[in-house]
């Protein structure tokens, strides 16, 4: 089993940063992937990005490329979603995942952290 709590969500206005933090515990994973994931009132689950934990290659939504960036901290179990230059539009709950293949979509993940509600105003 894998336990995942996220933190640093919050409400910030248009153009601001936010860093969302994952702390892993349990067992190890070198072989999978971490993942954040948002899910918008009335909305399915989408794909944010994704980190190789084996070799740290990161993969980003193209909503977000650009303006996010994901990077781990193995000696610590964490990952981390910088978000930079924030617009309404991401206003949404915020998942870590941790599993993958597939990276892109929710089936693709075993674990699932409580989420994060990230809320960016006009």
């Not at 996220?6 to 994973?29: N, Y």
């Not at 539009?89 to 989420?115: H, K």
Request: proline share 4%.
């Amino acid at each position: 089993q894998v336990q995942l709590v996220e933190s640093g969500g919050g409400l910030v206005q248009t153009g601001s940063s936010l860093r969302l933090s994952c702390v892993a515990s349990g067992r190890t994973f070198s072989s999978y992937y971490m993942g954040w994931f948002r899910q918008a009132p009335g909305k399915r689950r989408e794909f944010v990005a994704t980190i190789s934990w084996s070799d740290g290659k990161p993969y980003y939504a193209d909503s977000v490329k650009g303006r996010f960036t994901i990077s781990k901290e193995s000696a610590n179990n964490t990952a981390y979603l910088q978000m930079d230059r924030l617009k309404p539009e991401d206003t949404a709950v915020y998942y870590c995942a941790a599993g993958g293949p597939p990276i892109s979509i929710v089936e693709g993940y075993d674990y699932w952290g409580q989420g994060t509600q990230v809320t960016v105003s006009s």
